[in-house]
Each structure stands twice: as C-alpha cells, then as structure tokens.
Nanobody, 123 residues
Framework: QVQLLESGGGTVQPGDSLRLSCVDSEGALSRPGMGWFRQAPGKSREFVASVAWHGYGASYADAVKGRFTISKPENENRVMFQMNNLRTQDTAVYYC????????????????WGRGIQVTVSS
C-alpha cells in the first residue's frame, strides 16, 4: 500500500519561506503523479499544486502562483514544495497526494493521501 510521508511544516512569519517534502514509500512508478492540497480551519480541502512523473507540467492554484514551486526528480518517489512569501491565509494543513497522472491529482481521482502537516503563518 502506498504510504506518503510529509515533512517540513512549522510556524513562520508573513514573508518567510518553508519547504515541504513528501516521500512515497511504495516507489515512484506506481503513483507517478504527485501534488499538494491544503485545508484551512473551517474550509474544504483545496488543490494547491501538481506535477507529472517526469517533473514537468506543473499546475498551480491561482492563490499560490508565483510564490510556490513544486518539483519532482524524474522517476523518483518524492516531491518537494518550496513556499516563498508566505501569507497568513496560507495557514492550513498541507496534504501530499499521489495518483496515476498529474491530472488525476488535480481532479482528485483515485488518490492516495498523506496524513497532513501543519503550516502556520502568523506574526
């Protein structure tokens, strides 16, 4: 069974940066599309970013474009998420997700999920 393990969360101030990582314990070829979602208190889980197995074709939610970058080494079972210029509205639990394709991730089709990791942006 695919197990996604997230790391790198924490508490920072507005304008700071954080880097999240996620490792797929089963291996890259089984669920090659990977991405991130987030859920803020009192809100539904929302798509943030996705990337294909080869590390290209990244897609982002409008709220994070230009600030966050998703990266994935080709054929490796891990994905990184660089978050710059963080805002208080970025505060949420961030979830790693894996699927057959990046499009499956973005549309939440048959995904495996990590347990989530807290990111808090506060002054």
């Amino acid at each position: 069974q695919v197990q996604l393990l997230e790391s790198g969360g924490g508490t920072v101030q507005p304008g700071d940066s954080l880097r999240l990582s996620c490792v797929d314990s089963e291996g890259a070829l089984s669920r090659p599309g990977m991405g991130w979602f987030r859920q803020a208190p009192g809100k539904s889980r929302e798509f943030v970013a996705s990337v294909a197995w080869h590390g290209y074709g990244a897609s982002y939610a409008d709220a994070v474009k230009g600030r966050f970058t998703i990266s994935k080494p080709e054929n490796e079972n891990r994905v990184m998420f660089q978050m710059n210029n963080l805002r208080t509205q970025d505060t949420a639990v961030y979830y790693c997700a894996a699927g057959k394709t990046a499009a499956d991730v973005e549309n939440q089709r048959s995904l495996n999920w990590g347990r989530g990791i807290q990111v808090t942006v506060s002054s």
